[in-house]
């Protein structure tokens, strides 16, 4: 099988739990369970899994736009308990929209090589748009699997996915056999 990767971005307590500094509703709870049985099934095929997440400066110039989130070693920046890494995962933690501003995460995926990556997580106009457009931009081939991805705004996630869509991401419906 060629290598792939599942990214996981922003499956962090503030976005995803009730009271979370940046919680996201109700759709993104209802992604959890998908996401989970996407990490487990990629980890068993033996993809790289990749949890992206914010990671914030306590006087993050971003607060002014979306208020103080997943400040460093806080609990709101800790991955929910329901998706865990597993030994062997990565973690890259990003202060920006994309994953690669200022990141190692084009280095590691240089690395890992894979012909595919699968993207799961939040917010899908935001993080999500950014991470995909730059992995396109790389030359990657993109699932964004719709089942594992949701915003706080809904216009704004189908925007998201369909901006996705017309610059080359394929979109998916179900987890990849």
Same mark, same amino acid.
């Given at each position: 099988?060629?290598?792939?990767?599942?990214?996981?971005?922003?499956?962090?307590? $503030?976005?995803? %739990?009730?009271? &979370?500094?940046?919680? /996201?509703g109700?759709?993104?709870?209802? !992604?959890?369970p998908? =996401?989970?049985r996407? =990490?487990?099934?990629m980890?068993?095929? &033996? @993809?790289? !899994? +990749?949890?992206?997440?914010?990671w914030?400066?306590?006087?993050?110039? %971003?607060? %002014?736009?979306?208020?103080?989130?997943?400040? #460093?070693?806080?609990?709101?920046?800790? !991955?929910?308990?329901? +998706?865990?890494?597993?030994?062997g $995962?990565?973690i890259?933690r990003k202060?920006?929209?994309?994953?690669?501003? &200022?990141t190692e995460?084009?280095?590691?995926?240089?690395?890992?090589?894979?012909?595919? =990556?699968?993207?799961t997580?939040v /917010?899908?106009? !935001? /993080?999500?748009?950014?991470?995909?457009?730059?992995?396109?931009?790389?030359g990657?081939r993109?699932?964004i699997?719709?089942?594992g991805?949701?915003?706080?705004?809904?216009? #704004?996630?189908?925007?998201?996915?369909?901006?996705?869509?017309i610059i080359? @991401?394929?979109?998916?419906e179900?987890l990849?056999a």
């Amino acid at each position: 099988m060629a290598a792939r990767a599942l990214m996981v971005i922003d499956m962090l307590r $503030d976005f995803m %739990e009730e009271g &979370g500094s940046l919680y /996201c509703g109700n759709g993104a709870r209802a !992604i959890i369970p998908f =996401v989970a049985r996407a =990490v487990e099934r990629m980890r068993r095929q &033996g @993809a790289d !899994i +990749i949890f992206l997440t914010d990671w914030h400066d306590p006087d993050d110039p %971003e607060f %002014e736009v979306f208020g103080r989130h997943a400040v #460093q070693g806080s609990r709101g920046a800790e !991955i929910i308990d329901e +998706i865990k890494p597993a030994p062997g $995962d990565h973690i890259v933690r990003k202060t920006k929209y994309s994953g690669f501003h &200022g990141t190692e995460l084009d280095g590691l995926l240089h690395r890992l090589n894979p012909s595919e =990556v699968y993207v799961t997580g939040v /917010c899908t106009s !935001i /993080c999500v748009m950014h991470t995909a457009a730059g992995l396109l931009d790389r030359g990657f081939r993109v699932h964004i699997l719709a089942p594992g991805v949701a915003d706080f705004d809904p216009e #704004q996630h189908h925007f998201a996915l369909k901006h996705l869509k017309i610059i080359g @991401a394929h979109i998916d419906e179900a987890l990849p056999a």
